[in-house]
Each structure stands twice: as C-alpha cells, then as structure tokens.
Nanobody, 121 residues
Framework: HVQLVESGGGSVEAGGSLRLSCAAS????????MGWFRQAPGKEREGVAA???????NYADSVKGRFTISQDKVKNILYLQMNSLRPEDAAMYYC????????????????WGQGTQVTVS
C-alpha cells in the first residue's frame, strides 16, 4: 500500500493562497489515481481534485479555476495549489490514492493520509 503524508495546511485570510503537499511512498508499480479530499465539521467528505498518471485532472465545480492539482513524479509529491480561498474552503484536507483511473468514488480510494487543516477567515 501507498503511504501518504500531507503538509502545508494553515490559516489564511479570504482571498489568500495556500499550497498543500502530499509525500507518497510505497509505490508497487501499479498505476494510481491521486486525489485531494476535504471534510468540514458536520459535513460529508467531498472530492476536491484528482490527477491521473497521464496528467489528466478532475475538479469539483466549487474549486474549478481556483485550485490546481499537480504531481512531481520524480519526488513522488502531490500538490494542491489553492488560490482565492473562501471561508467555505475551510476543512481538513486529505490526499488519497486508488488503483486505476480517476476520479472514481470516495470509497474507491484505499490509501489515505492523516490530513492537514486549512482555515480561512
């Protein structure tokens, strides 16, 4: 299984930017879809963005045009650049991985990081 560790969370003012990172290890040679999810208190976990091995991306409508998902295949790091942040973006952000193509369903992702907190004021 792939091990994932998120970092880069913090507190920013509305309109600000933040870049999240997810260090991945334990790749076995299988093709993975990598994704970012978020969950706010009292709300269900939702998919934010996902990226396939060929670089194809998927975004939730709520973040399209503001967030950018990318990956450094050499360093095995997944990124989420978040711009024009809004209070409703505040949540615990998780990176996750699943076998096969993107985006899939939340339950299809069988590898999860511990999460990193993002607050927006």
């Amino acid at each position: 299984h792939v091990q994932l560790v998120e970092s880069g969370g913090g507190s920013v003012e509305a309109g600000g930017s933040l870049r999240l990172s997810c260090a991945a290890s334990g790749y076995s040679g299988t093709a993975y879809c990598m994704g970012w999810f978020r969950q706010a208190p009292g709300k269900e976990r939702e998919g934010v963005a996902a990226i396939d091995s060929d670089g194809s991306t998927n975004y939730a409508d709520s973040v399209k045009g503001r967030f950018t998902i990318s990956q450094d295949k050499v360093k095995n790091i997944l990124y989420l650049q978040m711009n024009s942040l809004r209070p409703e973006d505040a949540a615990m952000y998780y990176c996750a991985a699943k076998v096969g193509s993107c985006p899939g369903k939340t339950k299809d992702y069988n590898n999860w990081g511990q999460g990193t907190q993002v607050t927006v004021s």
